[in-house]
């Protein structure tokens, strides 16, 4: 019979609690996307007095039409982390500008089924932003070029004339550009 060793078997408690007690976790702000791990004493403290504005270049899109578009919701880990860090939800805005591959991820589940044939997995998460006071702002050439008109897409998202002329604006606005 093998022999037990308590202060191995304490350790091994410690640490399976440790795992369970870091779970990723999302709201306060979007509540069924966005979740993120809690950083308890970063070394580089975040400023929860600053007013922080990002604007996420959102372009690409997953080739499974059932599969959520993970850069959006790079919006909803940002709004949650930065909130449930401290910082107030009004010191918080948001921009997402849409095109090129990502033009799908923003339209309507009936304009998704007929195009798709099954609902837009990102119809929740823009929704989600858009009543959180993001903008979701849609690129007008890759609207015409990818057949995507006003009619067809979430109500809120609003159209400009390119993705490449919001980015400029939203910058001289202080956003802060965020690409991956």
Known sequence: MPRIYP???????FFCLSI?????KSGPIINDFGHVWEIGSPDYA????KEFKAVFDIMHSPDDHNVLNS?????ARFLNMHAQ???PAEQLKIALVVHNEASKDIITNEAYRKRYGTK????????ALLDAGG???FCGQSSLSRDFPKEVLIDGVQ??????????QLQDENYTLIKF
């Open 71 to 75: 850069t959006m919701e790079t919006a």
């Open 120 to 127: 837009n997995p990102n119809y929740e998460l823009v929704k």
């Open 135 to 137: 903008q979701i702002i």
């Open 46 to 49: 975040t400023d929860t007095s």
């Open 159 to 168: 159209i400009s004339l390119s993705a490449m002329t919001t980015l400029i």
């Open 85 to 87: 860090s401290g910082v």
């Open 7 to 13: 202060s191995l078997l304490v350790s091994s408690l």
């Open 20 to 24: 369970v007690a870091q779970t990723k």
